[in-house]
């Protein structure tokens, strides 16, 4: 990519949108475009080909998707299911129409298989049923998969798709009821401690595994890999290991500082049991995260505090 060449980041001011925007420009790339829900709605699929026919974009980041935790997940499946179809399938045509030269898909770790074997290698993709509290969102990330390996394939066009871990960073979601389990736990363990509650509650057994990738690694990773890998196969993007959610929440309660108690919410579900990222192929292609998830927190909940 040149530092001058066209890049549009769908999903701008999303949690990943925004901290490819803040690498690209980091490392010198000047041309980059994004456009408000308000200007630009992905879900219409002639005024996404409109834009595409004005502005020309070379290079385009798929980081539009509608997205939340298990309760937002499992509580509107249609949405989860229509808002990532239809935009990703408008934004990849509209691409191949308009000739871009590459484009990157974001997809998730929730793709794998419910059961499927720890850590989650790339060739697990589809080798057995998915987790029910977020099927309808993982078929359309697999849709976004197959369809750009079968535009690289009948078009010959240069599509890559990334499988990121579970994010958390600035410009996250921290509406208790739809955000995912850590920025749910910042805000939950800041207004304890705030208001002198005795306990907060964790939903789940507390027992669940989840590898917690910072989103400013993420979009590096996702910059180099639009900068080095020309290849169909998936690439997973995580940091390779993992923490319980109990240990988690007690991450999270002593770097807030909060004293109270962890009480767990067995009514509440607890989804996948592991979700790890075999990442040796992300490695082998140059690329380890850096950030820490102590580090990472810490800005984390800085971030929440100066931002609520
Ligand atoms: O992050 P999370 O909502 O989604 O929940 P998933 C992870 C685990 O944390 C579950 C528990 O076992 C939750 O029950 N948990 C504990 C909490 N306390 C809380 C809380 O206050 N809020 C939330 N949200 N969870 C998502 C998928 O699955 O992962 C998406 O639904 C996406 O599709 C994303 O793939 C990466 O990790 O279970």
């Not at 960073?169 to 955000?179: E, I, R, S, T, Y």
């Not at 580090?295 to 984390?300: Q, W």
């Amino acid at each position: 990519m040149h530092p001058s060449a066209k890049i549009f980041v769908a999903g701008h001011r999303g949690l990943v949108g925004s901290a490819i925007v803040r690498n690209l420009n980091s490392r010198g790339f000047t041309n980059i475009v994004g456009r408000p829900r308000a200007e630009l709605d992905l879900l219409d699929q002639s005024a996404v080909r409109r834009f595409f026919e004005s502005e020309k974009p070379e290079y385009v980041f798929l980081a539009a998707a509608k997205v939340g935790g298990i309760y937002a997940n499992n509580t509107y499946p249609a949405e989860f299911i229509y808002e990532n179809l239809v935009p990703q399938a408008n934004v990849i045509h509209a691409s191949y129409e308009t000739r871009v030269k590459k484009l990157l898909f974001l997809g998730s770790s929730c793709i794998y298989p419910r059961m499927a074997p720890q850590p989650m290698r790339e060739e697990f993709l589809l080798d057995g049923k998915l987790e029910p509290t977020n099927e309808p969102y993982a078929v359309a990330k697999i849709a976004g998969i197959k369809m750009c390996q079968a535009y690289n394939r009948q078009y010959g066009t240069k599509y890559i798709s990334v499988m990121p871990t579970n994010l958390y960073g600035p410009n996250d979601n921290f509406d208790l009821k739809n955000a995912h389990v850590l920025p749910a736990l910042i805000r939950k363990f800041v207004e304890a401690k705030e208001s002198n509650v005795p306990f907060v509650e964790v939903w789940g057994s507390g027992s669940p595994r989840r590898e917690f990738l910072h989103v400013d690694d993420c979009a590096d990773a996702c910059v180099h890999l639009m900068l080095s890998y020309d290849e169909s196969e998936i690439v997973n993007i995580g940091v390779g290991s993992d923490v319980s959610i109990k240990e988690l929440a007690l991450l999270v309660k002593s770097t807030v500082g909060y004293v109270g108690e962890l009480r767990f919410d067995t009514s509440k579900p607890d989804g996948t049991p592991r979700k790890l990222l075999d990442v040796s192929k992300l490695e082998k292609l140059g690329w380890k995260a850096t950030i820490p998830l102590e580090t990472g927190l810490r800005s984390a909940v800085e971030w929440y505090l100066k931002n609520r």
